[in-house]
Structures are given as structure tokens and as C-alpha cells.
């Protein structure tokens, strides 16, 4: 099963269908890798047979012109409407990812997604995760999908 | 369940046993919008199962680097991966006290894995309609909190 390939499908259709913002993915090293100089993250945790963390890491703008889209208004800063859409997106695609992983989902269970937000910070993943990080292009910019599965 | 309690005890316990580091509770604060505007790293696991949520240990940057050389047995300077490691692996063991203590009640919750940040003018949020606990507690060097994000299901 290729994990990459079915994170870049379920990505690409949340924006698409439920965004409504059309997104590719893009040969670069992801956001995650580095420490995010002004941005939002969205956290969800997998529990059961599979154990692992979802993310997903977007830049202020990108974040603003996501949630603009997502609500059909305009979104100027980083408030609890851009918080909410973000945790909503990490939960969407856990969702997906909990289906991919395991049969129908079952024997797995997603925690609350939660969302961080600053103007400067770094994340570490625990040890013995792998880890599958894909980038993905918008008008306005590129976001990252992480995907961290206890070895 | 009276999570607070849980989460106090629990915490309590790691700090004098594990982390070696006595700490004292504050003060509680249920079912608020916390910002926790002072801290500088948090590490945070994720559960699921009867109930859902996330647990989350957030320090200052002063109070993180004596809670890391306490559980090290060593000087840290900066906030580096050793502190993201520390806070990692404690918001894994509260959440395992949390996770057995919801085993004598009978409810079954299952624990991802940890992630820290560290970053500055963090902010940190849950889901609408989650109930949410932040319990502060200080040592010497500063301040800490355990915040339980979670949904009955």
C-alpha cells in the first residue's frame, strides 16, 4: 500500500470538494522540516492498532486564503475561524488516513484535533516514527501534510 | 471521573519521582479559553477511544529548562530538542496515569504518540464544544501547566 500517494489523494479531494480550493503537490522539502516563522498547525492523534500523529502545517497567508475559502468570507488574521477550519482540515484528513490505514477504520481511534499557532516555532516528532511529508502548492503559497507512524 | 484530581496526582507523582523536581498546584481552571501567552514549549499526546482529546504540558522557557536538566541530570541552556524530548515523553506519562486511572472507571482510551513545539507567542487551541482543564502548577523557576482538551463521547 502506498501511504504517499493515498495522503495526496485524500488531500487534493478535501480541498477540493470541501475547501473548494484546488491544490498540487510540489517537489519540495515540507515546512515541517524546518521551524515555521508565522503560521498555523493542525494536530490529530491516531490511538490503536496503528498509533501516529497527523499535521498539517500552513503558513499565515496560505492558512487565511484557506479558511477564506473554506467559510466563503474574508479572513484577515489568524482568529478562532482560521483555528477551527484548521483543526476541521486535520480532522478531515485523519479521517482519511484512520480508512487508509486500517479496514474501514476500525480499530483505530482519532483523538481532538488541536491547532497551534506562532510567530516562530519548531516541532520534534517522538522517536521511532516514521514519518511521510508531503508539500502541496496553493495560489498563495505551500502548505505540508505529516504523517508520523510508530515504527 | 474527577479528571482534575487524576491529573493532579498523576502529575504530582511524575514530577517527584520521575522528573525529581517537587511541584505544587496553583490553581484550576475548567472549561475556559486559556491562553497560556508565557509558554515557550509544550509537548502534547494525543488519545481516543470512550473519551477523546489531548493532553498537553506547557512550560515557560526558564521553568522548561530546569523541568529538562532535572530529568536528565544535566545543565540545558536553550530550549533544544532535549526539552522537546523532556516535555514529549512527560505529556506521555500523564496521559498513561490518565489512561489507567480511566481503566478503573471501566472507560477505554487508547494513546498516540507525542509531539512537542517550541516556539515563541504561541497559541494553542481545541475544538469547539470540547471541555477543557488547565491545571497550573510552579516551582521555583516558574510556572507549568497540564491542560486536558476532551470530549464525552
Redesign the interface.
Known amino acids: 500500500m502506498d501511504i504517499k500517494n493515498k495522503i495526496v489523494e485524500s488531500t487534493k479531494e478535501i480541498f477540493s470538494t470541501m475547501v473548494m480550493m484546488d491544490v498540487t503537490v510540489v517537489d519540495q522539502d515540507p515546512a515541517a522540516r524546518q521551524a515555521i516563522k508565522d503560521g498555523i498547525s493542525g494536530i490529530i492523534g491516531l490511538a490503536g492498532t496503528h498509533k501516529g500523529v497527523l499535521a498539517i502545517h500552513i503558513p499565515a497567508p496560505v492558512a487565511l486564503a484557506i479558511t477564506g475559502s473554506f467559510l466563503g468570507m474574508e479572513v484577515e488574521e489568524i482568529n478562532e475561524d482560521v483555528e477551527d477550519a484548521v483543526g476541521e482540515l486535520a480532522n478531515m484528513l485523519g479521517g482519511n488516513v484512520k480508512t487508509i490505514l486500517s479496514d474501514n477504520g476500525r480499530d483505530i481511534e482519532l483523538s481532538l484535533p488541536t491547532t497551534i499557532s506562532g510567530t516562530n516555532y519548531d516541532f520534534q516528532t517522538a522517536k521511532d516514527v516514521e514519518v511521510t511529508a508531503l508539500a502541496f502548492a496553493t495560489d498563495t503559497g505551500t502548505f505540508s501534510v505529516e504523517l508520523q507512524l510508530e515504527r | 471521573m474527577d479528571y482534575v484530581t487524576v491529573l493532579q496526582e498523576g502529575t504530582v507523582e511524575i514530577f517527584e519521582t520521575m522528573v525529581m523536581l517537587p511541584i505544587v498546584l496553583q490553581h484550576v481552571t475548567e472549561h475556559a479559553d486559556s491562553k497560556l501567552t508565557d509558554a515557550r514549549v ?1 509537548g ?6 470512550t473519551i ?3 493532553i ?1 504540558v506547557s512550560a515557560t522557557a526558564d521553568m522548561a529548562k530546569i523541568v529538562t536538566g532535572s530529568l536528565l541530570g544535566m545543565e540545558i541552556a536553550d530550549l533544544d ?1 532535549d526539552v ?2 523532556a516535555f ?1 515523553e512527560i505529556a506521555h506519562m500523564i496521559a498513561g496515569a490518565l489512561k489507567s486511572a480511566c481503566g478503573e472507571h471501566g472507560i477505554d ?20 464544544g ?1 471541555k477543557r482543564v488547565v491545571l497550573e502548577f510552579t516551582a521555583s523557576a516558574g510556572k507549568l501547566w497540564i491542560e486536558l ?3 464525552e463521547a
Not at chain 2, 44 to 49: D, K, L, P, S, T
Not at chain 2, 109 to 128: E, F, K, Q, T
Open positions: 509544550t502534547m499526546i494525543g488519545f481516543g477511544g477523546k482529546g489531548m498537553g530538542d522537546k524530548d514529549g482510551i487508547d494513546l498516540a504518540i507525542p509531539n512537542s513545539v517550541v516556539g515563541d507567542c504561541l497559541h494553542i487551541s481545541g475544538l469547539r470540547a482538551k476532551y470530549l
